[in-house]
């Protein structure tokens, strides 16, 4: 193999790595969209049902089927009051 194929073959890998790497942090954040969203629709749905936002994400882990998880990601429901829909944030864990 000759000096310039070699150069553009480490070329050629360089581009497809980055790629790659571009691809799954593209995958991550529509992950940690999905997941939020997901707490929104449940939390909206014990509204709907029962006329209150729950004060914890517990709530709507054990009422409403809700599935974090915690390994992966936080979720930072914080509650202003039960009848004001709480501020939701989705963090991964992983670096």
Known sequence: MNKKTLIFA????????????????GLESERLETLA??????????????GFYPADIEYLKENYGLIVDESKYTVIYDVFASNILPDITVLSNET
């Open 37 to 50: 969203q997901a707490v929104h629709k449940s939390a909206v749905s014990c509204y709907a049902i029962e």
């Open 10 to 25: 480490v070329i050629i890998m360089a581009a497809v790595i980055i790629m790659i790497s571009s691809a799954d942090d």
